[in-house]
């Protein structure tokens, strides 16, 4: 539990202290605004690019791996999707938004430390085939759900044509096709450039943690706190408990297991909210429940860790 709370507090301390910088009025709403912009649409692209460009896509790669986790995780998004729209009457482009946020577990950020601390750095292996196309096919799942959400009555080609426009625009996926491209042709890139990238990247984490702090003092839980909590069971639970079962039937070894399991039981990463404020939906929802469901995480994640053996 130690070593859990080590991992996790920073990043909710950062998010807080945005909060309380926010509260205070020692950074206004348009700073606010202008941090998460920049976060969202130059400092994590910049970073996914990066760690795409540099990840060794030829090792690690199960199938096996790759169903228990994604099955998981598409379940978890239809368990959102639906359950907004059904179950708290939500319009159908906040329901997307939701979905995705029970869809996009922060692999990165709390996955990967939390796996280093059980198993140590050798267990990483699997850990990085999921991230490798992690955010690709959550961003593929999200916008296309979305697109069709917008084109309503306008049938499959108005949402194919808004998929294609979206993708082609949206600074993250490109970033992350960019990523790829360097990555599989070996591209060199200057050692200036991938310098000046690494000193705006390492300001990703950060910048979008305290921007998030400022954007919950703004959209505060009220109204929400029913559909929050769903949010956190879906991704808390039921993600990795999919991934558990799938896991055990298509008989996946046991090291990728526990990295699926650990990775499937994070809780929603900011990348969640940067997807809703892109569309300008269920932004109170989601920043709120990648707060909650982080500080939940906490002892979520060391059950799902007991029941792993640890």
Same mark, same amino acid.
């Given at each position: 539990m130690s070593a859990l709370i080590e991992v996790i507090l920073p990043v909710f301390l950062v998010i807080g202290i945005g909060w309380l910088a926010t509260w205070g009025k020692l950074i206004s709403k348009d700073a606010v605004e202008g941090l998460m912009y920049f976060a969202t649409n130059l400092a994590v692209p910049i970073l996914l690019f990066l760690a795409?460009?540099?990840?060794?896509?030829?090792?690690?790669?199960?199938?096996?791996?790759?169903?228990?986790?994604?099955?998981? %995780?598409? *379940?978890?998004?239809?368990?959102? !999707?639906?359950? $907004?729209?059904? &179950?708290?009457?939500?319009?159908?482009?906040?329901?997307?938004?939701?979905?995705?946020?029970?869809?996009?577990?922060?692999?990165?950020?709390l996955g990967l430390p939390i796996t280093e601390r059980a198993f140590g750095s050798d267990a990483l292996g699997p850990n990085f085939a999921i991230i490798s196309i992690h955010?690709?096919?959550?961003?593929?799942?999200?916008?296309?759900?979305?697109?069709?959400?917008?084109?309503?009555?306008?049938?499959?080609?108005?949402?194919?044509?808004?998929? %294609?426009? *979206?993708?082609?625009?949206?600074? !993250?996926?490109? $970033?992350?096709? &960019?990523?790829?491209v360097v990555n599989l042709t070996a591209f060199p890139m200057p050692v200036v450039v991938t310098d000046a990238f690494e000193l705006i990247a390492r300001a990703a984490i950060p910048a979008a943690l305290f921007g998030l702090g400022g954007v919950l003092y703004r959209y505060r839980p009220e109204g929400d706190v029913k559909t929050v909590a769903y949010i956190c069971a879906v991704s808390l639970i039921l993600h990795p408990a999919v991934t558990w079962g799938v896991g055990r039937f298509v008989g996946l070894e046991e090291a990728p297991f526990r990295s699926a399991i650990i990775t499937a039981s994070m809780a929603p990463g900011v990348n969640a909210y940067v997807f809703a404020n892109l569309y300008g939906v269920a932004k109170r929802a989601a920043a709120t429940a990648v707060l909650v469901a982080t500080v939940a995480s906490i002892v979520t994640a060391w059950g799902w860790l007991s029941l792993l053996a640890i």
């Open positions: 795409i460009s540099r990840l060794d896509l030829g090792n690690n790669f199960d199938p096996k791996l790759l169903i228990s986790f994604y099955t998981g %995780a598409v *379940s978890g998004f239809f368990a959102g !999707l639906l359950g $907004a729209r059904y &179950l708290f009457g939500r319009p159908w482009m906040d329901s997307v938004a939701i979905g995705f946020v029970t869809l996009f577990s922060n692999s990165l950020l955010a690709p096919t959550c961003y593929v799942i999200g916008v296309m759900a979305m697109e069709i959400a917008k084109s309503q009555g306008n049938g499959i080609g108005a949402a194919l044509k808004g998929f %294609a426009r *979206s993708m082609t625009r949206n600074p !993250l996926v490109i $970033a992350i096709t &960019l990523g790829f």
